[in-house]
């Protein structure tokens, strides 16, 4: 406008088409760019979108406001305030029906010329058009016209009024005469007619905010503030109203006008422009002068405030068009978050639209959801069929299957439980099996020395060869064959134990691997049940093996080749057997045929191709360094083998380290790589107690896989893991946390139980267990005050609930077990926390049943309501 920066008008009815306000109207329509409709010629608006220019309008010098008519029919009809108070209305060459014709160019005249500040159309009401005008001591700021009056101005006056016109117009169409006149004495800077009710009028007056109603034009509601420009009423809360004075921005809410509800933060500059999104709840945007960047207010998530000082919070954020500086804005009616910025300098316009910030929720379920705008995007790890055996699904997903299954609960068949975890994960089934027999050997021990051995099979192989002693060594004749065999095997009671936690000898004196190749055979592992045979020198066992497996229902024929080639062994150091055997075994795709050979064409002692072959299972390698190392090499052996797992965090190590501290940090190492504290947890409570379950990595394991499965609402699995971990480390049950104390002098109603060592005295002596003597007290044992009485059966606390199931006379013959000393749950104390009425759990249970409100008359305390866990179900219950 002339003299003034640019400002943007949407037009209320066609999405497509806004106009440009300066010195001169222009009427321009948005499309995609490419389109019929953007012709050569177009100004670029975005990547995607571009204007057109259909019409300018210059028949208006000197605007100061532009107001869009707000119905359909007439079209493009414009109303201009101008800078001698004139209001005028004008289109932007469209085909004009009668009605239209009849209204463009019609004059609205105040008494007294000075300058518009504001228009505003009645939303429901379009006849009436509000403007706002500076002051004049002799006149009103407010003026209401009615665009459809047909008064004619006196003669006089309208020679006052021709005569200020800039061009000759026919007095017909001049109209002097308002239909209100408000607000005497004062200017107008700022006008909206309230959403909520057609008939008010607010308006930004000089000291005030001022509501009119129409219908009793004597009276206005007020409000004493400097915050008076750009009032504008949200959309979509027709009680809410923004204002501004210099940089400050004041939210008023109009059912509570005393004072803003909020105030923005303060700007350096002043500002410009202030303006609700149309179609999002609650989101402000506002200009401040000179600036390129356009301040956001979120405040669709803002509590309502208690209390009179208390402030509601609010998102704030900014957003930058362009480099440039902001001349307007305007926000698209209808398309999400979307506005158009002219610039201040040459009218470069550019269409933006706001991205909404990502509100995230990550359920505990691994289901993820996030809300952008109005959409919201649900997104679910389960997805097509056949996906599963593509993707490997979160370890989070697996635990809480392993967890519906009693994954680690198993305590008797300990190996069973890597079959609970799905039985496909090679690591677990290595460490179950490490578990199940270090408990074996445990037990065996303990039965046999009455020692204190538990330890020693807990603290792994490591360990346990670093103490050998006494070892033997011996040479072999192949099984089957006369010929001496020169590979020497050592012997010691510390190297059969390691042998039968490695799971190869079962127990007694004799190393007899029979048992586990029968096993190896059933699970139809050959090739490892043959390398076995062949690493206790029984070649005859293993060529049968081998033999067996090719003619096996969906057996390898080649095996059948690879037992010939076996069959063919010599210890001739230069026969061409062995040289063709240490050429060609690297060709064999299995691990175990690979180390068969290596073993054969090995010189004693130097078996680096079976030790360090990593695909090879670990207990196996283990194994057989403990048959074929001496005491030097051994242990070297054993430690560097020992840190590449706990480096790697190969659950296989564990055998090694065992559960040590050296174990806790190959754990940590699992962890680290996995996040599964699920298997941690429950692999350390296996050991005995001592110093690693103190450690605080593995107290940290546990409490958050605790927490896991309050997070999955597995409750009742929470507390089985609860008594799991109390049977194997009894240091970890929780001390009494909860009583229930007298009113009076706060002591427990109960604290002489624990005092009696008599095992026939518990609860039962205050009468809360059903006993057969169904002796009560019904006073506090420590200062005799009267215990509570029952809201429902008037009894006092402590007497017997007589009319609950469980409770009856067939129920007191039944012996004391230990179930019965305990108080029955319908014999248990019970109150709200909010208006401290309660009774018996029976009872209450009882009433509330059938009623919400508390049972005491005269309380209206919906007590079963209060509880906001009270309606949530356990996700593990059946």
């Not at 016209?145 to 101005?153: F, L, V």
């Not at 219908?215 to 979509?236: C, E, L, M, W, Y």
């Not at 009693?406 to 609970?420: A, F, P």
Request: hydrophobic share 35%; glycine share 6%; proline share 5%.
């Amino acid at each position: 406008m002339s003299g003034s920066k640019p400002d943007i008008l949407w037009s209320p009815h066609h999405p497509d088409r806004y106009v440009i306000c300066d010195s001169e109207l222009g009427l321009y329509r948005i499309g995609p760019v490419g389109s019929s409709e953007t012709k050569a010629g177009t100004l670029p608006l975005s990547e995607e979108t571009a204007a057109t220019l259909l019409a300018i309008n210059s028949d208006t010098p000197y605007m100061k406001c532009v107001a869009w008519y707000p119905k359909h029919e007439p079209e493009c009809l414009l109303a201009v305030g101008q800078a001698n108070g004139r209001v005028v209305l004008t289109s932007l060459g469209q085909s004009h029906n009668s009605t239209c014709k009849e209204l463009v160019g019609k004059e609205f005249v105040p008494k007294h010329a000075r300058q518009c500040n504001t228009l505003a159309w009645n939303p429901v009401d379009s006849n009436l058009l509000a403007a706002g005008l500076d002051k004049h001591r002799a006149d009103f700021s407010v003026l209401i016209w009615d665009i459809s009056s047909k008064y004619s101005p006196e003669a006089s006056v309208s020679s006052e009024k021709i005569r200020l016109s800039s061009v000759d117009l026919d007095s017909s169409s001049v109209v002097t005469k308002p239909l209100y006149e408000l607000g005497q004495n004062d200017a107008c800077l700022s006008l909206c007619w309230l959403l909520r009710d057609p008939k008010l009028l607010l308006a930004g007056m000089h000291r005030n905010l001022a509501i009119f109603d129409l219908r009793n034009t004597s009276q206005k509601t007020f409000v004493n503030t400097k915050a008076i420009q750009g009032v504008t009423v949200d959309p979509h809360f027709h009680d809410r109203v923004a204002s501004f004075y210099e940089g400050q921005v004041a939210i008023w809410d109009l059912r509570k006008f005393e004072k803003p509800v909020l105030t923005l933060s303060e700007q350096p500059k002043p500002l410009t422009k202030v303006a609700w999104c149309p179609t999002r709840n609650g989101l402000l945007a506002t200009l401040t002068r000179d600036s390129n960047i356009i301040r956001l207010y979120d405040m669709q998530h803002t509590p309502t405030p208690i209390g009179d000082e208390t402030e509601p919070t609010i998102i704030e954020r900014s957003v930058q068009p362009y480099e440039s500086q902001i001349g307007s804005f305007a926000w698209h009616p209808s398309s999400q978050n979307r506005m158009v910025v002219v610039s201040a300098a040459n009218r470069v316009m550019t269409d933006f639209t706001v991205f909404e910030r990502i509100s995230l929720a990550w359920s505990s379920t691994t289901s993820l959801m996030w809300a952008c705008g109005r959409h919201l995007y649900d997104c679910v790890e389960d997805g097509a069929e056949g996906v599963d055996s593509v993707i490997e699904k979160d370890i989070a997903t697996k635990m809480r299957q392993r967890a519906q299954s009693s994954y680690g609960h198993d305590t008797v068949q300990v190996w069973r439980n890597h079959l609970l975890a799905g039985g496909s994960d090679p690591q677990l089934k290595s460490l179950w099996y490490d578990l199940f027999y270090m408990k074996q050997c445990a037990e065996d021990i303990e039965l046999k020395l009455q020692g204190n051995k538990q330890s020693v099979v807990y603290s792994g192989i490591k360990n346990i060869v670093k103490t050998t002693s006494g070892t033997t060594e011996s040479r072999r004749c192949w099984s089957g064959s006369e010929r001496q065999s020169d590979v020497p095997r050592y012997h010691s009671e510390e190297r059969c134990l390691s042998l039968r936690l490695c799971g190869w000898i079962s127990r007694g004196p004799d190393i007899d691997v029979e048992v586990f190749l029968r096993s190896l055979e059933q699970e139809r592992e050959w090739e490892r049940a043959a390398a076995v045979a062949l690493f206790n020198l029984d070649i005859r066992r293993a060529i049968q093996i081998l033999n067996k497996g090719a003619t096996a229902e969906k057996g390898d024929l080649n095996l059948n080749v690879v037992a010939m080639a076996l069959s063919g062994y010599t210890d001739e150091k230069s026969s061409l057997w062995r040289e063709m055997c240490s050429s060609l075994r690297l060709q064999l795709k299995n691990p175990y045929l690979c180390v068969m050979f290596a073993f054969l064409t090995s010189e004693p002692g130097a078996y680096d191709g079976v030790l360090y072959e990593s695909s090879v299972a670990v207990r196996d390698r283990v194994a057989f360094a403990c048959m074929f190392l001496s005491d030097a090499q051994l242990p070297r052996y054993i430690d560097k083998l020992t840190n590449e797992m706990k480096e790697a965090g190969n659950l296989e190590g564990i055998l090694l380290t065992g559960l040590t501290k050296d174990g806790v940090d190959l754990m940590e190492s699992y962890v680290d790589l996995t996040g599964d504290v699920q298997t941690a947890s429950f692999c350390m409570l296996k050991g005995s107690p001592g110093e690693v379950l103190k450690d605080p990595r593995v107290q940290c394991w546990i409490e958050n896989y605790r927490n896991l499965l309050d997070a999955w609402r597995f409750w009742h699995k929470r507390a089985e893991f609860d008594i799991h971990r109390g049977k194997l480390d009894p240091s970890s049950k929780p001390l009494a946390q909860v009583f229930v104390s007298c009113n009076f002098c706060g002591k427990s109603i109960s604290y002489s139980c624990s005092a009696m060592p008599h095992q026939g005295r518990g609860f039962s002596q205050y009468g809360v267990s059903g006993s057969p003597t169904k002796s009560k007290v019904t006073s506090c044992p420590g200062c005799r005050k009267p215990l509570p009485r029952c809201a429902l059966c008037l009894m006092n606390m402590g007497t017997p609930v007589s009319n609950c199931p469980g409770t009856g006379k067939s129920d007191e013959r039944l012996d004391l077990t230990r179930e019965n000393k305990l108080a029955q749950f319908n014999n248990w104390f019970t109150w709200c926390h909010n208006c401290r009425h309660g009774g018996h759990a029976g009872h209450m249970l009882s009433w509330f049943k059938d009623h919400t409100e508390c049972p005491v008359s005269g309380c209206t305390c919906k007590c079963m309501q209060l509880d906001t866990t009270g309606n949530l179900v356990p996700s593990d219950s059946s």
